[in-house]
């Protein structure tokens, strides 16, 4: 059981002299009230693993789906309502930088664009030699300065690199790297250190790293077998490392927290070190800076946890089961 949970996290596939602390170093609340929508959809299932928003009112939800008109899910403050796109998608990852600038990448080589009004089609991305790219995660620190990672695949069949993309505000380009036989599955920029930090993994062997990335070299900076997934949380990057969370500071990996003896399965989404969601073995976790709780019970052993999204007084979490998906959405009280 463990294991399922792990591989599902790692696909998943992102606060003087005062007397009284500032406000991100408080314990977060958890006087929540919590509702669950259920997506269903008229044939198979949707799976959206990942999510990107705005505000509580505005939130894109994209995964695979049995049916390809359910891959892409929004919410309006009300309610969940799918988006059919015009061609066929098989959605990925979803990153923007305002309601009306949102990047998706496909598993077919699409990446796609909303310009606030619809999706559509904005570049397929071909490499000489490579019949196929696959572009697993989006990141940038501006509009005009975005990068893609992923991997592509030879005619062949046999050898496979690591591919990272760029868009410069008005194409996107392949950026020149060694070839890596590895797939680049996740990317976060540091606010800090000004460059990014690049996760991937080889297909055949348990081997996975973190690289450093300043928009034009790479640099190995770990290395693991027990399982990786990167976070972000309050402008600082951290790694699942099996069941310990390490926190990224001036160049490498510090342990942050160890709950590998507590009932907890991974996940970081949050607002502050004192103030952040976990996935626990029962449910959706929180710690507030001085223990860690199930702070929502799932509703049996068969809800497996997706993505996550965390907003000032609103968290959003995705769980599936073997028949339907669900949208558990939490709400502060007032």
Not at 51 to 74: E, F, P, R
Request: charged content about 20%; overall charge negative; some cysteine.
């Amino acid at each position: 059981m463990k294991n399922i949970l792990v591989f599902i996290l790692f696909v998943i596939g992102l606060l003087g002299c005062n007397t009284t602390e500032p406000p991100e170093d408080k314990p977060g609340r958890r006087d929540y009230v919590w509702t669950v929508d259920t997506l269903k959809i008229p044939e198979g299932r949707t799976l959206p693993s990942r999510m990107w928003g705005t505000g509580k009112d505005n939130i894109w939800a994209v995964g695979a789906s049995y049916l390809n008109a359910y891959c892409i899910w929004h919410y309006d403050g009300n309610e969940w309502k799918n988006y059919v796109p015009d061609s066929y998608v098989d959605p990925i990852d979803i990153y923007g930088f305002n309601q009306n600038n949102i990047w998706m990448s496909s598993s077919d080589g699409f990446l796609w664009h909303f310009n606030g009004v619809m999706w559509s089609k904005n570049n397929e991305i071909k490499l000489e030699n490579y019949h196929h790219v696959i572009i697993a995660n989006i990141c940038g620190n501006s509009s005009y300065n975005i990068y893609a990672t992923g991997f592509a695949d030879s005619i062949d069949n046999v050898s496979y690199k690591a591919v990272i993309m760029h868009y410069n505000g008005s194409k996107w380009e392949q950026v020149k790297i060694p070839i890596i036989r590895n797939s680049f599955d996740q990317i976060f920029y540091d606010e800090k250190a000004g460059n990014y930090l690049i996760a991937g993994w080889i297909f055949d062997k348990p081997d996975e790293y973190i690289y450093s990335f300043d928009g034009n070299s790479l640099k190995t900076i770990y290395s693991t077998q027990d399982g990786l997934t990167l976070y972000s949380m309050a402008n600082n990057i951290y790694a699942q490392v099996g069941e310990k969370l390490y926190e990224y500071k001036n160049g490498s990996l510090e342990i942050f927290k160890d709950f590998s003896m507590q009932n907890n399965a991974g996940g970081i989404w949050g607002r502050s070190e004192k103030d952040f969601f976990t996935i626990n073995w029962d449910g959706i976790g929180h710690y507030n800076g001085t223990d860690l709780i199930t702070i929502y019970e799932k509703w049996n052993d068969d809800w497996f946890p997706g993505g996550g999204i965390v907003f000032e007084k609103d968290v959003f979490f995705i769980w599936s089961d073997s028949f339907n998906t669900f949208m558990v959405h939490g709400k502060l009280m007032n």
